[in-house]
């Protein structure tokens, strides 16, 4: 029997958008070359694994059906998840942004998006801004956005994607003249907070980069490092795009956490997968 409706606290909520991430990035990880598919019990395993709890599993999971992220899929009698369509795209896009982090030069120049959007369609002017925002675009002008010009294919391809396409004018150029370069671009992002972030990454996962600790470490131990880890970086670089290293300040701390994330990645990922896999296949059956 359903119980009845009741409004969530704000700590539940929270705990939710919390564990949601984790839950994305194990699909990302680990049921996309399993068919895009993970039953029920493998990823309350998973989790557990992680320090959360069943039922904060299942609210996290109910969520994601509802914000289109997951779907329910049965295979062999067995519930389970995958990934809907269009988040597929997104994590294939994500991958890219994640794990290559290409940096631009100046010289590689800039791409604007203008957008225009009709009074009667507001909430698409909403999802344009929160969508280039992730896109990880700095706001040049009301209405004109601006990203370094490697991200052209990228964003063009997540605007058709989301039907945004036709409200938006998509251009490439270099700055020209008037202004130091450098003061504007510390306008358009917010370089404060992107050095915090970097700061944090740096402080709470430093401490791993060291190969030798991980010598007797069990592959479990390597999931439950890695796993947070690469959630917590997923974001950086998109709130970072590539913004050339010539105009951000002298001893940039996001190059610091790129060369340790790259480290623990080299470090953990394949011992990582081991667990996740023997769970996925042996211990949630």
Known sequence: ????????????????????????????????????????????????????????????VS???????????RQEGRAGYSLADSTLGTIAEGDVRIFERARATVEDGW???VFSVPETERGKR??????????GFGNAAPGVWIA???????TRGTLERRGL?????????????????????????????LTTMYAGFLRRHGPLADPSSWA?????????????????WRRLPYRDPGIPLALLPSGWNGSTAGSLFDELDDILRDRARQHALTVIHHGAE
Do not use: Q
């Not at 705990?15 to 949601?20: E, I, M, Q, V």
């Not at 994601?64 to 329910?72: A, N, T, V």
């Open 165 to 193: 396409s036709g409200y938006v004018d998509i251009f490439s150029g270099e700055h020209l003249a008037f202004g130091d370069l450098r003061t504007k671009v510390s306008a358009w992002w917010d370089l404060d907070e």
């Open 126 to 135: 909403h999802e344009l801004r929160t969508c280039l925002t992730r896109l």
């Open 111 to 113: 791409i604007l998006v």
């Open 1 to 60: 029997m359903t119980a009845p409706a009741r409004s969530e606290s704000p700590g539940a909520a929270n705990r939710d958008t919390r564990h949601g991430p984790l839950i994305t990035t194990l699909f990302g990880l680990y049921a996309r070359g399993e068919a895009n598919w993970l039953s029920v019990a493998s990823l309350v395993r998973l989790m557990s694994d992680l320090g959360v709890e069943a039922p904060a599993v299942r609210s996290s």
């Open 216 to 232: 007797r470490a069990t592959p479990r131990e390597a999931f439950r490092a890695y796993v947070p880890m690469l959630t917590e």
């Open 148 to 154: 370094p010009a490697n991200l052209a294919t990228e």
């Open 63 to 73: 969520r994601m059906k509802r914000r289109g992220i997951l779907d329910s899929v």
